[in-house]
């Protein structure tokens, strides 16, 4: 570890806002965490929203405002924009990059290099600021699209755009090291010819803040959890269609669904029309606490993702103690193993009820501290700073060369 550390700015594709509150947030609690470690972290981000997507709050008054702030004890430079013209996306992320990038060196600092977080679209800023100013960037990549996974269930359009990978390849390869959250995704940027070697960086828990609950949940109802968006990527009209055969058999079971997103009134209605209400609960997006706390009450998570890039939910369930059943969707198949839980192919509700039933029967059997104990070991934040210690130090002699 060098004896001064280096000045690192952030530049996420995503992260939460006023707006978008829970939008990447995960990133601001690594941030956090490094920050606590000594590390000397700002961020920047440019939040450039299509019309169908920017809440009426912003439009009156965050309209291409940059906001400058230090409410989470680091600096912190955004701002949110609308792109009425689809077509106008990235010569805006690439100009807003550059304005908030004189901002923040201007109050706090010029950065001895820039983390982008997912190259899409950061990755379009960092290049441009390289090219202008020499600041060099590394990258860890978090996109689920990039996995071989996600190519079967991308629309037309996506996958034309991914056919023009091409101008992706000056910003991996100007990128003075890179790494990935996932071996899928590492595999899949190998494939294309994008990388040649990517550091494993995959996410973490904090296993302080979930734990296993003092007691164990009452034997019924049987409660199932599922913690995602409910975006169609995410695979809860297959849940639904398992959670129905299963509740024949298992009258007394429960599922509960935390999050929101674009899906939630076609699947609510598809509840109704199972006759399900009284069974499935929804709870929209909530703090961590009560994430935390609903997973404490449950059984067994259920993710039936049709591709994930990792699945940051599987090992906050893991630390709590509770197994899980996800798919061969990408990163999850790099977490979940025959002693934390279930995986199962996507898009198959006759094996999610199997398995769902199998998780039922089998659940006095399972060691809820041997699951916690495999999430602490693999995926704590003593690991994961360790990782990304060793990726910053690389980068730094990398730099000094």
């Not at 702030?69 to 955004?78: N, T």
């Not at 091409?166 to 010819?193: E, M």
């Not at 169609?232 to 079971?253: E, R």
Request: charged residues 15%; positive net charge; contains cysteine.
């Amino acid at each position: 570890m060098p004896a001064e550390r280096p000045h690192i700015l952030w530049l996420p594709s995503f992260y939460p806002t006023p707006s978008f509150p829970f939008l990447g947030n995960f990133f601001l609690e690594h941030i956090k965490l490094l920050r606590k470690a000594g590390w000397n972290i700002g961020v920047i981000y440019p939040d450039i929203c299509g019309l169908s997507r920017i809440p009426d709050t912003t439009l009156r008054t965050h309209h291409f405002k940059p906001i400058i702030q230090y409410k989470q004890g680091f600096p912190e430079v955004y701002l949110q924009g609308i792109n009425p013209f689809p077509g106008l996306g990235l010569s805006l992320w690439k100009h807003a990059t550059r304005w908030l990038y004189h901002l923040y060196v201007q109050h706090v600092g010029k950065p001895d290099f820039i983390h982008v977080q997912s190259a899409i679209w950061a990755g379009w800023g960092a290049l441009h600021l390289k090219k202008r100013y020499g600041i060099p960037y590394v990258i860890t990549e978090h996109r689920g699209v990039l996995t071989p996974h996600a190519q079967a269930h991308l629309s037309p359009l996506r996958k034309k755009r991914l056919l023009r990978m091409k101008r992706l390849v000056p910003i991996y390869q100007q990128a003075t090291r890179v790494g990935c959250v996932s071996n899928s995704i590492s595999t899949f940027l190998k494939t294309l010819g994008l990388v040649a070697h990517a550091d494993y960086l995959p996410n973490y828990v904090d296993t302080t803040f979930f734990h296993p609950p003092l007691y164990s949940p009452p034997s019924s109802p049987f409660r199932f959890l599922t913690v995602c968006d409910l975006r169609p990527i995410k695979g809860l009209d297959i849940l639904l269609k398992a959670f129905q055969q299963l509740h024949h058999s298992y009258p007394d079971i429960h599922l509960t669904i935390v999050g929101d997103g674009p899906e939630k009134s076609r699947l609510k209605a598809t509840v109704a029309s199972l006759g399900l209400s009284d069974k499935i609960s929804w709870t929209g997006n909530i703090p961590h606490e009560e994430v935390r706390n609903h997973m404490q009450k449950a059984h067994v998570l259920v993710l039936p993702s049709r591709y994930e890039s990792f699945g940051i939910v599987l090992i906050e369930a893991m630390a709590t103690g509770l197994p899980v059943i996800a798919t061969h969707s990408g990163g999850p198949t790099e977490i979940v193993h025959p002693s934390t839980g279930w995986l199962i192919p996507p898009d198959q509700p006759d094996i999610l009820t199997q398995t769902m039933q199998q998780a039922i029967v089998r659940y006095p059997e399972i060691d809820r501290q041997a699951i916690r104990k495999y999430a602490v070991e693999n995926f704590s934040e003593k690991q994961w700073l360790h990782r990304i210690s060793t990726f910053y130090t690389h980068t730094m002699k990398t730099l000094a060369v």
